[in-house]
């Protein structure tokens, strides 16, 4: 009987115990057929690009070339095969690290060998086959969408520590990062992140212009400006043009991480000091025209005028108080004009700054 051709794989892996029972295992099953193996990651790599198989099944602790650096080797092949990560190693670090690698899945070699063969004939473009207790020990972080973020710094040693930062993160990635506002416009034109995190004071083109010329894109990425300026200027300006958030440099860590984390939610975010100095510079300015306010708000624009001071989107707003999304543009466009305000932001420090009158 002439055995149906199924997924071709290779074995990286140097316990020749585990390649001799995978490959008895795969000669149970007309899914799968092991067309190749070997010890270590250099040897790998050659009969990989010899044999083109569809699939890798590759260990992580090898002598020499170790997995991941054999997985980002593999992963700039043309044609590039799936990789499947196949390991003793439960830890997180080593899982995000093998997942943001290019890995097609993370599978631990004490699974049922059944449940082993139907995952590995499961491996789809896109969907990372992961152990049971893989995915219940990451739980939702591992599952939710990932952040893609460009930096656009001229500071490199900032540029390294947000790296060493948002590695701690698994549902953040920084795929690119740039030191002047022309090429870092031209790589958010091509890679699309969903989050910049944009320098003010920069040589050439600066953060503004920058900002303003990033805010024009379709689609349009969320903006978050991180610089040592807290000048109300700077503030007022980056927020007017579009920015979708406004922070220091000198934040702790921790708490710029979890205002990543707002930022990709959809949420406005500030430092802890800019709100008040944003209300003071708003302040100022509508001394010198005239005090807001002149028309009373309805009881509907000062509920969704609190849902706007805890930097809610539009559509979470809908949700919320379940509305049209239209609605709620509708009641923003209103509110803001009786406030004799000209943004969601500014209505944001103006609820702020006036959360008695709303209760």
């Known amino acids: 009987m002439i055995k149906s051709k199924g997924q071709r794989i290779v074995i990286i892996d140097d316990h020749p115990l585990l ?29 990989v690009k010899a044999l ?8 992580l602790n090898m002598p020499g070339m170790n997995g991941l650096e054999t997985l980002d080797a593999l992963k700039q092949l043309k044609p590039q095969p799936k990789v499947i990560i196949l390991t003793v190693s439960d ?13 097609d899945g993370y599978l631990l070699k004490d699974m049922d060998p059944e449940e082993l063969l139907l995952r590995i004939s499961e491996v789809e473009e896109g969907k990372p086959i992961l152990s049971p207790k893989i995915a219940e020990h990451l739980g939702d972080s591992l599952q ?17 520590g947000l790296h060493q930062l948002v590695d701690l993160s698994p549902d953040l990635d920084i795929i690119g990062e740039t030191d002047n506002g022309e090429q870092g416009l031209l790589m958010v034109q091509e890679i699309q992140p969903d989050l910049v995190l944009l320098d003010l004071n920069m040589p050439g083109m600066d953060g503004l212009e920058t900002l ?51 930022l990709a939610e959809g949420r406005l975010v500030m430092s802890q000091n800019i709100a008040e100095s944003l209300a003071l510079a ?25 849902h706007i001071s805890g930097g809610e989107s539009n559509k979470v707003i809908a949700r919320k108080l379940d509305i049209a999304e239209a609605t709620v543009k509708v009641h923003v466009k209103h509110l803001l004009k009786k406030l004799g305000l000209k943004s969601r932001v500014e209505a944001a420090v103006w609820a702020i700054t006036h959360k008695d009158e709303l209760k």
């Open 144 to 160: 939710a969408e990932v952040q893609r973020i460009v930096i656009i710094d001229d500071h490199p040693l900032l540029r390294k």
């Open 282 to 306: 708003l302040r100022a300015e509508s001394q010198k025209d005239q005090e807001p306010g002149g028309e009373e708000l309805t009881e509907r624009e000062c509920e969704i005028l609190i």
């Open 91 to 103: 830890t997180q670090e080593d899982v995000i690290a093998a997942l943001r690698g290019g890995a």
């Open 19 to 47: 390649r001799k029972g995978l490959q008895q295992l795969a000669n149970l099953s007309h899914q799968v057929e092991i067309i190749g193996e070997t010890d270590s990651g250099e040897k790998g790599l050659a009969i």
């Open 52 to 59: 083109q198989p569809d699939l890798v099944l590759l260990d």
């Open 212 to 262: 303003q010329a990033l805010k024009q894109l379709k689609p349009s990425p969320k903006v978050a400006i991180l610089t040592v300026s807290d000048k109300q200027k700077d503030i007022v300006s980056a927020l007017r043009r579009g920015a979708d958030g406004y922070l220091l440099k000198d934040m702790d860590p921790e708490d710029l991480l979890q205002k990543l984390h707002e």
